[in-house]
DNA sequence: GGCGCTAATGTAACGCCGTTACATAGCCTC
DNA sequence: GAGGCTATGTAACGGCGTTACATTAGCGCC
């Protein structure tokens, strides 16, 4: 769309600026993605930024666009219809996963659920393997994606400080006859175990 | 814990900053809690926030700690447990939900699961009257958990702007021959019912 | 060449933010 | 009254996003 620049000494552009700024997210932090410090990173002045992306929430507008265009393959394993969908949702999660930064940035963008297209048309696919078509698996689909998506927003969110979330064991005055209990509620969430068990749960749901 | 101070001409003290600021974002939004603007609210200096509780991050701790002890009280109706699991956490979801401010707020400061420990004592009753106990109360406890958490998280933010983070009817090449598949999808997310259906599968998984 | 036109960059500032060094005022105890 | 502690106020620092404005570089054109 965009031509690469008329003039030969352009030492910056519309696609340099948003590389730049990803990796400077992705190095860092979501908060390293000042305007200066991208601007001093470029080794140009503020301004050049403005004229190039417009202002902050449209550069992150096309961080965002970029990074979910590098997303878009999907490749599926498995011989059974459950076994395909759930290593698609596991596939999409490790994925997520790996760009932390992304969901970050999607999340402040409203674009989290966006994204999912492309795991969207190969659930489908699936889903009309067993025959499930229409509404029903729109819902479907709907209660998968929201799981994936949700569950990797929190564990990010949570291991995000270093304050490791945990609760107070001494908080449980009703159920201090359960010590098994206490001690597995006091422990750190095992995100990885309560993913597959709800995911597990859905395809129950879905699949009957 | 903090007695009412001494001396007899405060015009601020370690509550009143901390409802007013709590106020501020109620009415207005996490953004508008400025230490400035807060200290205008109170009619006095910057500083004196400063003097009395130390910095913007012990503030926001401070609000959510004051906001989750007015959420310590559980009610639980329904005759079958079942029921009464169903309505604990549609309680709390509701019950998050008006409050998004503190779901904010509880995000930034890493407390989102932390604030559950009243419905984990709960839970935890009504588990054990199904015979539930254990690491297997623990595994059900935290899905449940999770689930609640997650769903008004990314409601929140999904509805937090302006842009619907509708999808893009156009872009499911492999299922066009699905029309009611991709009207569903096109429509607005109901995490209502996608919440609904969810807990359920979860409480199938976990009741049997 | 000189000219104007547009694209791109740079300078400097505005108003906001969180935070703090420092001075000042009120009140209590001696 | 003299210190001492509590509490408030003044003024500044550095950083943020953004913008008004000046400046430069390259282009076609006469």
Redesign the pocket.
């Known amino acids: 769309m965009s031509q690469p620049?008329?003039?030969?000494?352009?030492?910056?552009s519309h696609e340099v600026v948003v590389e730049t700024a990803i990796r400077l997210v992705e190095e860092n932090d979501l908060d390293a993605?000042?305007?200066?410090?991208l601007?001093a990173e470029l080794g140009?002045?503020?301004?050049?930024i403005?004229?190039?992306v417009g202002?902050?929430?449209a550069l992150v507008d096309l961080m965002v666009d970029k990074l979910l265009a590098d997303m878009r393959d999907v490749t599926v394993g498995g011989r059974t219809p459950r076994a395909r969908i759930t290593s698609l949702c596991k596939q999409w999660r490790d994925r997520l996963w790996d760009h932390p930064h992304l969901i970050a940035l999607a999340h402040e963008r409203n674009k989290t659920l966006a994204m999912f297209q492309p795991m969207q048309a190969a659930l489908a696919r699936e889903l009309h393997a067993v025959g499930l078509r229409g509404k029903a698996a729109a819902v479907a689909i709907r209660g998968l994606q929201l799981h994936v998506v949700s569950s990797v927003v929190i564990e990010r969110t949570a291991q995000r400080g270093p304050t490791t979330d945990a609760t107070d064991p001494t908080a449980w005055p009703a159920i201090t006859d359960d010590p098994e209990l206490i001690a597995a509620l006091s422990a750190q969430v095992d995100y990885r175990a309560a993913f597959d068990l709800t995911l597990e749960a859905l395809l129950d749901r879905f699949l009957g």
Chains 1, 2 share one sequence.
Do not use: E, G
């Not at 140009?44 to 050049?48: D, E, I, P, R, W």
């Open positions: 620049a008329k003039s030969a000494r352009d030492a910056i993605l000042t305007m200066r410090r601007s140009t002045a503020v301004t050049s403005y004229w190039h202002n902050r929430h």
